[in-house]
């Protein structure tokens, strides 16, 4: 019997997605663990391998059109099976639809709108087809497209999934569905030309960034603690590490293994906010911050205090690969209680970052700069890296997220006891 594959919930708490490619196609043979499709979630693309095996026998989801979380996206089964009928994917519904006279190419006067019944649209030219009173989806990118040439969607019956109206439709439609032309206006006061601009629709991760970060923001309670470290003991053993091992250390990897450690020393702030509790845990758990093409994503890492350097940069190098071709699983978006966010080579010096929620500390690490220093009351030329902790007062105090910044400077300006 035929399985229907259903729209997988790759990352916990989500309630829509997004096909943004196939890579099995109908007729195809499947194997269980197969990449069956990339899926575009609010953190990242994702690669989704198939739990069953068959012939691919149909594709019922258009690629980048958000689904909710449950929606059939696939038929499997055995080669020549006469597949049930099974509706297609509905478009997840926009979270706040527009009324349809903000549509309308052509105002109607208060009066009218307000003794029209509410099902009976604005005119819509002979042309048009007749509009079903059902509600429209459309993207807001064909919604400025359709307004930029014209034209009226109210009688336009969409090719997509759900009846969904997409690009080539608008494409697609004759010059007698657009709409009249307005009422002459006023003429403009000249002035000068605005400068040209672009609109760049959002993604589903910028969406879901801005979202998240100025939840994070409004909500938890950031404090910030600076500090400098001379790392000077640390880029000459970088420097002889790398003269002989063929896996090459960044300062990022003494970083993250020093952050590991200090948690190590300062067990209780490992730790995450919960409604009911705090959670404490037992290994250490976290997030590297990787830039990819429209955002960022934070894959974690794992059980960092028990990996030798030389493990933390493999780890690293594999992620952020991964990342950037959206190869990541969804265990590898999920958990840890700490980021590290470091924009060093880039060559700024200190920053602030926002906590990753629902973590409860990220540490901001800026580039080594020589500077004057103090040594046995003695001025010299010494190399020192600014680092910012931003800590959730919730679950940190300020003396807790003291001691272990303090730890994290002990280590890193020490790294001879990370290799032990």
Not at 369 to 390: F, K, N, R, Y
Request: charged share 20%; proline share 8%; glycine share 6%.
């Amino acid at each position: 019997m035929a399985t229907v594959i259903r729209m997988p919930e790759v990352l916990a708490g989500a309630s829509e997605a997004a096909i943004q490619s196939w890579l099995v196609s109908p007729g195809q043979s499947l194997e269980v663990g197969q990449p069956l499709a990339e899926i575009e979630t609010e953190k990242a693309v994702v690669e989704y391998a198939a739990e069953t095996s068959g012939t691919v026998l149909q594709l019922l989801a258009e690629a980048g059109v958000s689904l909710n979380v449950g929606d059939p996206i696939a038929v499997v089964g055995a080669e020549g099976e006469a597949v049930e009928d099974v509706a297609p994917a509905a478009p997840a519904a926009e979270p706040t639809p527009e009324p349809a006279v903000v549509e309308a190419a052509t105002p109607a006067p208060a009066a009218a709108v307000a003794s029209a019944p509410p099902a009976a649209p604005a005119p819509a030219p002979a042309a048009a087809v007749a509009d079903s009173g059902e509600r429209q989806f459309a993207s807001p990118l064909v919604r400025r497209l359709a307004r930029e040439r014209g034209l009226d969607l109210s009688g336009v019956r969409g090719s997509g999934p759900g009846g969904r109206i997409v690009r080539r439709d608008l494409d697609a439609l004759p010059a007698a569905v657009a709409s009249a032309p307005p009422a002459a206006a006023p003429a403009p006061v000249p002035s000068a030309a605005p400068a040209e601009a672009t609109e760049v629709p959002h993604t589903r991760m910028r969406k879901a960034i801005a979202r998240r970060l100025t939840e994070s923001k409004s909500t938890v309670p950031h404090f910030y603690l600076v500090a400098d470290c001379r790392v000077d003991k640390l880029l000459a053993l970088r420097a002889e590490a790398n003269a002989t091992s063929p896996v090459k250390l960044s300062v990022n990897d003494f970083v993250l293994k020093a952050a590991a450690a200090a948690f190590v020393d300062v067990p209780e702030a490992n730790a995450t906010w919960g409604e009911e509790a705090v959670t404490r845990y037992s290994t250490v758990d976290m997030s590297v911050a990787v830039a990819i093409d429209g955002g960022l994503v934070t894959p974690v890492l794992r059980s960092v205090e028990k990996a030798t350097l030389t493990e933390i940069a493999r780890s690293v190098a594999d992620l952020a690969e991964r990342a950037r071709t959206g190869q990541l699983r969804q265990h590898e978006l999920e958990g840890g209680s700490f980021s590290v966010s470091n924009l060093g080579m880039y060559g700024v010096t200190e920053f602030s970052a926002i906590i990753n929620p629902p973590q409860s500390a990220i540490l901001a690490v800026g580039r080594a700069t020589q500077q004057p220093v103090v040594d046995d009351g003695a001025l010299a030329v010494g190399t020192v890296m600014t680092v910012t902790l931003s800590a959730d007062h919730r679950v940190l105090d300020g003396a807790l997220a003291a001691q272990w910044l303090a730890a994290f400077v002990k280590h890193i300006e020490n790294p001879l006891g990370m290799l032990v």
